[in-house]
């Protein structure tokens, strides 16, 4: 099982940044690759970004494409979502989640996340 963690979510205006944080431990070998998830309030938990442990390739979902980016630090086993342009539309909780799969088809279903952080609120507003 791999634990994580994250951090680094608030309250920003619409328009600003906010870089989130997901330390990762335990069996992180296992995984191939790690995602970032979001969920609003009564609406279900939607895919954001993902990237591939060993290549780097990264995958994001057309809401947050030329706003977010995600990135990976390896030797702390840190993953990052930098997110700049926010707007209302980004408030939610969001969660880093890690795979075993490494076909990238996995990615966009959070079924095929079988380890979750806690979550980290974000509020934007107008």
């Known amino acids: 099982q791999v634990q994580l963690v994250e951090s680094g979510g608030g309250l920003v205006q619409a328009g600003g940044s906010l870089r989130l944080s997901c330390a990762a431990s335990?069996?992180?070998?296992?995984?191939?690759?790690m995602g970032w998830f979001r969920q609003a309030p009564g609406k279900e938990r939607e895919f954001v970004a993902a990237i591939n442990w060993s290549n780097s390739k990264t995958y994001y979902a057309d809401s947050v494409k030329g706003r977010f980016t995600i990135s990976r630090d390896n030797p702390n086993i840190m993953v990052y979502l930098q997110m700049n342009s926010l707007k209302p539309e980004d408030t939610a909780v969001y969660y880093c989640?890690?795979?075993?799969?490494?076909?990238?088809?996995?990615?966009?279903?959070?079924?095929?996340?079988?380890?979750w952080g806690q979550g980290t609120q974000v509020t934007v507003s107008s």
């Open positions: 989640a890690a795979t075993t799969y490494y076909s990238s088809s996995y990615y966009y279903s959070e079924s095929n996340f079988g380890s």
């Open positions: 335990g069996r992180t070998f296992s995984s191939y690759a």
